[in-house]
């Protein structure tokens, strides 16, 4: 785990023992004694008892972790990875304050690994002391919880059935310090929930999906997923690199659109959980073979979602190859802010963008950037979704409504603001802010009643939005638009934020 600059002599100070110092004796003040204990399944587990020394102008404080196993769950028998153990860690405060936290951890070859993600937690707490807590533990409270009105930041994981393969997924339930709550599966990377409350503090899930993982493989309109290799459309599944021609899949009528027939969306995921002190999270990583749906390279995806105690939905992209190829990552959630009680054409959108990029029948950018001012893709000032949707403008006959990309008005390559979205009767707010270029607005235009989704809700007609941050579509055909081109050697990153919030 990074450490903050500056932070690893104080926080060695801090330790004052290694976890390594099992079975000596305590000394006073500086207490780190930690057994064994033998579990019903006959395997080690280190139960960890320390009280961190005072940083300078910190409280001590109380940390008790005790990893101990519960009897595997249905979904880790038989185990997805031999040795894989579900674990769950405890924390109290110095005050007695019970605080307290569940990680998973991976029993890989023996006791250490468990080990190491006890003292990696401990890290997390101590760099979280180190940058931050400066009285009573603060900081440590807002790791593991424990503050009147505050939860504990929580990762819990179950299985959530295999696929036709027979591969595991996996589901991850995070929890943040405001009792925000995203869920996240390995296959296609899918956030299932995102509850948030509204201006009452109800919590509501604002994203479209399904219950159960069969539904998600049988017919899923990218619902909450990550799309890749290329997310949104490469014209005629085409395109010329270095002077070699690339023939893509196509699967949506001529063209190619979000990766394929197989693309990132329908893989299962290698994952592991992320602690960070504001933050908990799932790194999940996908290898797209050289080939793969067409494209050139063997590209290593990985793609990490937080929940922060900002109440942010961050995910930051990253992928390397050993071809050039175009590359495209995008997060395809279908939001509604209502909770999904009605469609979405109540909420008020504000997009950055002074320009979009116009499209054919076929959705295919034409290359030109055209002006909004003027014309019903104008969101530079908040406006309903419904408010000009069905007006008589081409490129709304086109897409039938709103699908496409707008051109983000940006300076340099740092994170800035692509859209605020207000839903009025909850008071919910969201901002997204993206390293992007570009952002495609999607309206749900093709949902059409026909899906029901969670909790057997039926998706009518535009019942969700997207807002994919993205570079533009068929940019490996239109020189003009920034390169999505990634070579041997350099390293695909961008990050995206969906931050909550009511008024
Ligand atoms: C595209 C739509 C497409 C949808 C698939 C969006 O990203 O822009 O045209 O139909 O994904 O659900």
Redesign the pocket.
């Given at each position: 785990m990074a450490l903050p600059d500056g932070s690893n002599a104080a926080l060695a100070e801090a330790l004052g023992r290694e976890a390594g110092a099992d079975n000596e004796p305590a000394a006073p003040g500086d207490v780190s004694h930690c057994g064994q204990k033998k579990t019903q399944n006959n395997l080690c587990f280190r139960v960890a008892e320390r009280i961190i020394k005072p940083l300078p102008g910190v409280e001590p404080c109380r940390f008790a972790p005790a990893c101990a196993t519960r009897p595997p769950v249905a979904a880790f028998s038989p185990p997805a990875h031999r040795n894989e153990i579900p674990c769950r860690l405890t924390a109290e405060s110095r005050k007695g304050r019970h605080l307290s936290s569940r990680f998973i951890t991976y029993k890989k070859g023996g006791e250490q690994m468990v080990e190491m993600k006890s003292r990696w937690v401990m890290w997390a707490v101590l760099a979280t002391a180190a940058v931050g807590c400066l009285c009573s533990c603060a900081s440590m409270d807002n790791l593991m919880g424990g503050k009147a009105g505050k939860t504990p930041m929580d990762i819990d994981v179950e299985g959530f059935g295999r696929t036709a393969d027979g591969e595991q997924v996996r589901l991850y339930t995070l929890t943040n310090t405001s009792g925000l709550k995203a869920q996240i599966m390995t296959y296609g990377a899918i956030v299932t929930s995102l509850e948030v409350p509204d201006k009452h503090g109800e919590m509501d899930d604002v994203v479209l999906g399904y219950d159960n993982l069969p539904a998600y493989i049988e017919n899923s309109?990218?619902f909450g997923a990550v799309v890749g290799r290329y997310g949104?459309r490469i014209g005629k599944g085409k395109f010329t690199l270095d002077g070699v021609t690339y023939t893509l899949a196509t699967n949506n009528n001529e063209n190619h659109?979000?990766g394929g027939l197989k693309g990132f969306d329908k893989v299962v995921w290698d994952d592991e959980p992320v602690w960070r002190p504001d933050a908990v999270g799932v790194r999940l990583s996908y290898l797209s073979k050289d080939g793969e749906e067409g494209y050139p390279g063997n590209l290593k995806a990985t793609v990490t979602y937080l929940l922060t105690n900002n109440d942010e939905l961050r995910i930051e992209y990253e992928a390397t190859t050993d071809k050039a190829t175009p590359v495209n990552l995008t997060h395809?959630g279908y939001f509604n802010l209502t909770g999904g009680e009605r469609d979405i054409l109540g909420h008020e959108l504000m997009l950055n963008a002074a320009e979009f990029t116009p499209v054919d029948e076929g959705?295919i950018p034409t290359g030109e950037l055209r002006p909004v001012e003027g014309t019903p893709m104008d969101f530079t000032r908040p406006a309903t979704i419904g408010a000009r949707i069905e007006n008589d403008y081409e490129q709304l006959r086109f897409g039938g409504g709103y699908?496409h990309n707008w051109v983000l008005t940006r300076q340099g390559r740092e994170m800035s603001q692509a859209a605020t979205v207000y839903e009025p009767t909850t008071g919910r707010v969201m901002k997204v802010y993206t390293t992007e270029p570009g952002v495609?607005f999607?309206a749900g235009n093709?949902l059409d009643g026909t899906i029901t989704g969670k909790e057997g809700k039926v998706y009518q007609h535009r019942y969700g939005f997207?807002l994919?941050t993205q570079h533009f579509p068929d940019s490996p055909n239109k020189p003009s638009f920034p390169t999505t081109i990634l070579r041997p050697g350099q390293t695909y990153e961008t990050t995206t934020v969906y931050r909550f919030a009511t008024k």
């Open positions: 309109p990218y949104n659109l979000h395809h959705l699908d495609q999607y093709f997207c994919e």
